[in-house]
């Protein structure tokens, strides 16, 4: 495959992920709307466990398989490689049954951790049960799914796996959008009810991913059986050498991208009787987790998903600067993501603090009790996206530079505190404990990274530093004029509308991005950090020092 075919798969690949992202965002204000707060809530009991069970059934495999296959096949081996995933259709087969035996037995006893028992309002533990055993059913068909779209990947065919995990998303919104909504409106059915079958919406999504991926192996089976057959080598080693392997490359990568979830768990399993503890009742507590969980964390993922996203492209140099033992261009390019990420998120998470009112407001709705809630997790949770983009890159750069292990060491060393401390931090700060308690298990996770890559790079932070300094003013600058806009917008709107609150978001987000950018661009600093994916602040840059 030519380098303009595989830039163009992983092109497409990479738009099919940012869209079903969006679509994995955009969906959850009308869904909202439908259940509210408290169904948000609901929707986590179910999600959570499912995502670290769905983790912990495919442990990275499909992912390292993808890479085996290029390997292989690059080597004429495609024997090699078929072997390889016609026994993964086996495993991720008896993984994918097994978890979803244990999370289907496991709903009864979670449920009893997170509801109290006797409560006559908000979520019920029939409720809880009967959403966690409706998202098990996606563990039988989720992984072998997975499996498949390594498998194309490794033959540098991207469109199978873009394609399946648009439709997949577009199948599962639409199922959970209709169905909620004609389950609560039409029928005046019961909202656990109506959130079982959203969950639900996991399994049926799949199953319309796999349909996908089923047409495309169909048409494409015959030509890969041709290269199977004309293989040129074969290595010839036996499959438990080839899962140590895999194995070895696979479980850190697995374990780190569980990071949230685990956290997520965490706040599951304490948060609500924290809140009872503090004299609430499980409605509002309830509502406060779903606003945190949900809500906020869907929010402050936007920046995280942008920044991390135009930093990793710079990894692989990284991976192959470190392998010469360039050390110079190592420095560099570590620089060069350090930076991209604290340009962008600094300011994201410093405008959704000041702007959380009409954030909500604009997005979820101005309902008094909702928007109260909302606009505080938002504003206590938001700073915690900038430690996760770091924690991402900086784990991802470990990896890159062979250390992967201390990325796993400092997920655990974040992921203790938050268990140790999260009840107690809900205890003395509220809800806003929950959020406070993860940023300090990341912070302690960073710390850990940061480290490690010092070390082991080795790399100096001094430039760095003061690049901070001169990002977290113009952050400053920015904040300030974010602030007057907002409070000069209230003094003529208030927030009690969408529209209302929606204005004063739009003006408040234009002048605070319009005053960044040209602190940035006046600086040289735009133009230093993301001149090489945007072509024309390097050439203003060039400009400038000309």
């Known amino acids: 495959m030519s380098d303009k075919q595989l830039i163009r798969g992983t092109a497409i690949l990479s738009a099919s992920i ?28 179910g999600y959570i466990p499912y995502t670290i069970l769905l983790s912990l059934s495919t442990i990275g495999i499909p992912l390292a398989v993808s890479k085996f296959v290029a390997k292989y096949n690059a080597l004429g081996d495609y024997k090699t490689g078929q072997r390889l995933f016609r026994s993964g259709l086996v495993v991720m ?22 509801v109290d028992p006797d409560n006559l309002q908000g979520n019920s533990m029939d409720d809880v049960v009967f959403t966690i055993r409706m998202v098990s059913v996606a563990l039988l068909i989720v992984p072998i799914m997975s499996l498949i779209r390594g498998y194309f990947q490794g033959f540098q065919s991207m469109g199978p796996t873009a ?23 039409v029928w005046n059915g019961e909202l656990g009810t109506a959130v079982g079958f959203a969950t ?47 194995l070895s490359y696979s479980v850190p990568i697995a374990i780190v991208g569980l990071a949230i979830p685990l956290y997520q768990l965490v706040d599951m399993l304490t948060f609500n009787q924290a809140m009872f503890n503090n004299g609430y009742d499980q409605q509002t507590a309830e509502m406060y987790f779903g606003a945190f ?50 340009f962008l998120s600094i300011p994201a998470a410093l405008g959704l603090m000041l702007l959380s009112n009409s954030v909500y407001g604009a997005l979820f709705g101005v309902g008094q009790a909702e928007l109260v809630i909302g606009s505080e997790m938002i504003r206590n949770y938001a700073p915690v996206a900038v430690l996760f983009c770091i924690f991402a890159v900086t784990s991802s750069l470990l990896q890159g530079i062979n250390r992967q292990k201390y990325a796993v060491i400092a ?3 974040g992921l203790l505190f938050k268990a140790v401390f999260n009840y107690l931090f809900v205890l003395w700060f509220g809800a806003a404990g929950a959020p406070y308690a993860t940023g300090t298990g990341y912070a302690i996770a960073v710390g850990v990274n940061v480290w490690a890559i010092g070390k082991f790079a080795p790399y100096k932070y001094n430039f760095l530093l003061k690049r901070l300094l001169l990002i977290g003013g113009f952050a400053a600058v920015m904040g300030a004029v974010v602030f007057g806009v907002r409070t000069g917008a ?15 978001l739009g003006a408040s987000v234009l002048a605070g991005a319009a005053v960044y950018l040209f602190l940035g661009l006046r600086s040289g600093l735009a133009g230093q950090i993301l001149g090489h994916r945007f072509r024309f602040l390097e050439k203003k840059r060039a400009r400038e020092e000309g």
């Open 18 to 45: 940012f869209i079903s992202k969006i679509l994995g965002l955009i969906y959850i204000f009308p869904f909202t709307a439908i259940v509210g707060q408290g169904g948000l809530a609901l929707y986590s009991y």
């Open 93 to 114: 087969s008896v993984m994918g049954f097994i978890t979803f035996i244990i999370l289907f037995l496991l709903a009864q006893p979670i449920a009893g951790l997170v």
């Open 163 to 185: 394609v399946s995990q648009v439709i997949e998303q577009i199948i599962r919104i639409a199922f959970i959008l209709v169905l909620t909504y004609v389950i609560i409106e």
């Open 200 to 246: 639900f919406g996991a399994f049926v999504g799949a199953v319309g991913g796999l349909a996908v991926l089923l047409v495309y192996w169909a048409k494409r089976r015959q030509s890969i059986q041709q290269q199977v057959d004309e293989s040129t080598t074969e290595s010839g080693k036996p499959l438990k050498e080839l899962y140590k392997e895999l």
């Open 293 to 342: 969980t949900q809500a906020a964390h869907k929010l402050i993922m936007i920046p995280v998903a942008i920044a991390t996203a135009m930093s990793l492209t710079i990894l692989p140099t990284v991976t192959n600067a470190y392998t010469n033992k360039d050390d110079e261009r190592v420095q560099r390019y570590i620089t060069q993501t350090y930076q991209i990420i604290l």
């Open 411 to 413: 997920l655990f060393s």
């Open 490 to 504: 209230e003094q003529f709107l208030t927030l009690d509308s969408r529209l209302n609150a929606a204005v004063i």
